[in-house]
């Protein structure tokens, strides 16, 4: 299932309504002791990190952390750890992407896409990674957020590594790449024919049989 913004796995983190819970809807206690500590000058550094690599991003603030962290804690272990597992895993394809030899990316967006893994590589962030649990909540937060910038790269590089995997194309990167994208179009003007022999007619519309064919 698609979502209006593009997210990092399909279950995106329940980040609308700040004291909301995602098992059930009813508001969290606004009066609850935050699980973690937090200083208001690193969530400000943490924001404007965020809207270095994605300018379009939502605010974030202490009221949407403490929030993000009361819904983690709540969850059964093995389901938080899995939250936070399935976005790593897409910090790792990241990185895949930035390393290849045969994929080009945009200058710009690989900046910003380094900007994202410094702060990752950190330990002492804006929630510590010794924190038990919530330590890398942070980390799958800034992914979480950031992830609209480099969706379409990653969607099509995720593509183009499939490809390479299937069809095996000789010569370098460039060669590759071009390679990849001829057959992708062909594909793709494959389909559009079908699309309009599916839906077209070889009779033009509201003629009748008589006038279509002729018995001597």
Request: glycine fraction near 4%; charged fraction near 25%.
């Amino acid at each position: 299932m698609r979502h209006a913004v593009p997210t990092p796995t399909d279950d995106p983190l329940p980040l609308a309504q700040p004291h909301a819970s995602v098992n059930t809807g009813a508001a969290m206690p606004a009066t609850a002791p935050p699980p973690v500590p937090l200083r208001d000058d690193a969530i400000a550094a943490f924001d404007a990190l965020l809207h270095e690599i994605h300018p379009d991003a939502p605010r974030v603030d202490q009221a949407r952390v403490q929030a993000l962290c009361r819904w983690l804690v709540s969850l059964p272990p093995q389901a938080a750890r899995d939250v936070l597992e399935r976005r790593l895993r897409r910090l790792e394809e990241l990185r895949a992407m930035l390393a290849d030899p045969d994929w080009n990316t945009d200058p710009a967006l690989a900046a910003r896409v380094r900007k994202l893994l410094a702060y990752l590589d950190q330990d002492d962030d804006l929630i510590p990674d010794r924190q038990p649990l919530l330590g890398k909540l942070d980390d799958v937060l800034l992914l979480e957020l950031a992830w609209p910038a480099c969706a379409v790269e990653m969607e099509e590089y995720g593509d183009f590594r499939a490809y390479r995997q299937d069809e095996h194309p000789a010569g370098d990167g460039a060669t590759r790449r071009a390679a990849w994208l001829r057959d992708r179009l062909a594909e793709i003007a494959l389909w559009r024919h079908r699309l309009r022999v599916h839906t077209g007619h070889y009779a033009p519309s509201g003629a009748t049989f008589s006038e279509l064919f002729h018995v001597a």
